[in-house]
Structure formats: C-alpha cells, structure tokens
C-alpha cells in the first residue's frame, strides 16, 4: 500500500511528518530522501506552492511506496477534485476550506481537513468524525495556510482523542517544543523549510526532521 507508514498506527513518541507544497519532483525526491513520511501536493490556484498536473503526476510516480501523497484542495468544485484522483495517484486528500463533512467524504480517499484556528478559543466540537485526522493551522483572513504563522498551541486540547496534524509556522526552531506541548500525531510544515514561497531547501528539511526526533530525547 502506498503511504502505508504515514496512515499506519504508530507508537508515541514517534512523529509521522509532511512536507507540503512541493512542486519539482527534484525537491519532493530530496524530501522523501531525507525521511519525511507524507508529500503535500497543492491544487489551490491562489497558492505559490500550486502544483501543475503534469508534475503532480511525475512527483507521485517517482516517490517511494512508503511515502504519502497528500492533495490539497480549497473550496475546490467536486469535478476538479475527481479530475485530478484521475491523473494523480493520492493518497490522502485535505481539504484546508469551508468544506462539509459530506463532501470531504465523497471520493473514497482518507481526507485530513484542515481547521484554521484564532487564539480567540475554545472551539466548538467540529462534525469531521470520519476524517483520518484534523490538520489544525492558523487563523488568517482570506488566507488558506502557508502563512507562516503559530497559533496557541494549547487550543490543541480542544480537539482531544482526535488525531491531529499540527501545522501553522513551524520550523526547525520550534518544532520539538510544539511536538512537547501538543504531542501531535503529525506534523506539517512548508513555509519553514522555504528558500521562498514554493521553493523547499533541502538543509532547512534536514534540520526540521532532526529537530523532531529530539522532541523527546
């Protein structure tokens, strides 16, 4: 099974992570080389890290068995979405907009879907219970992740005995004290391991992934 390591159950401590936003089959073959577990791959038109198809297509054939192939999708019409589980072996599904559980649900993949949180908090209970997980990010108006920025990590105790994705402004500086405050299924990082916007660096991805499996060393 593709992506089997990323959607398989796993003991604490270990942390699964995914890169998202790769968009050069050069930079996901580095990334995955360097053992990070799950590949995002951005179909969201606004995004900098948008993906074409074509090299959707390369990235998820050249990738390793073990590594996951995530597709993002915002608010996105459902024939884009099944256009694209056409051309593009995925694995996972998330959905980072206003989607309906129904929805998230309806093209037989796992789908993670992304929760964009304020430190305004406590949220209310979220009626995403057949997601494989919550991905929970930043709050940021008219802004679809990628922004680069945390949010208050304790917020995380409101979706307990749910499996949850952290996200939001992590990088190699604070990643292990995130992973000790919120003890995460995953994490998912992108602008933290950025030249530029869509533009991964290989030594900032060999650092993050260090600094993950200090957490708890």
């Keep these: 099974m593709k992506g ?3 959607l398989a159950a796993r003991e604490q401590p270990e942390v699964r992570v995914k890169c998202c936003g790769l968009n050069r089959v050069e930079e996901a073959m580095a990334a995955a080389q360097l053992g990070v577990d799950a ?12 993906v074409s198809m074509a090299a959707a297509r390369e ?14 999708f915002v608010n996105a019409p459902i024939s884009e979405v099944e256009a694209v589980l056409a051309e593009v072996p995925l694995d996972l599904l998330q959905f980072h907009g206003d989607e309906t559980p129904a929805y998230c649900g309806r093209f037989g993949r796992p789908y993670l879907k992304a929760l964009r ?7 209310p209970p979220y009626p995403f219970t057949e997601a494989f997980a919550l991905l929970l ?29 952290l996200a939001g402004g992590l990088d190699a500086a604070n990643v292990a ?3 000790r405050a919120t003890t995460p299924y995953a994490v998912d990082v992108s602008s933290g391991v950025e030249a530029a916007p869509g533009r ?18």
């Design 4 to 6: 089997a390591k990323f």
């Design 39 to 50: 590949i995002g791959l951005v179909f969201y038109r606004h995004s900098p890290r948008r």
């Design 59 to 72: 990235i998820s054939s050249a990738l390793p068995r073990e590594v996951a192939r995530v597709g993002l």
């Design 117 to 123: 949180l304020s430190d305004a908090g406590p949220h």
């Design 137 to 165: 990010d930043s709050f940021q108006e008219r802004c679809y992740g990628g922004t680069g920025k945390t949010f208050a990590w304790s917020l995380a105790r409101d979706f307990h005995g749910a499996r949850i994705v």
């Design 177 to 179: 004290q995130a992973i």
């Design 200 to 217: 991964k660096d290989t030594e900032k991805i060999a650092f993050f992934l260090r600094e993950v499996k200090n957490a708890f060393t």
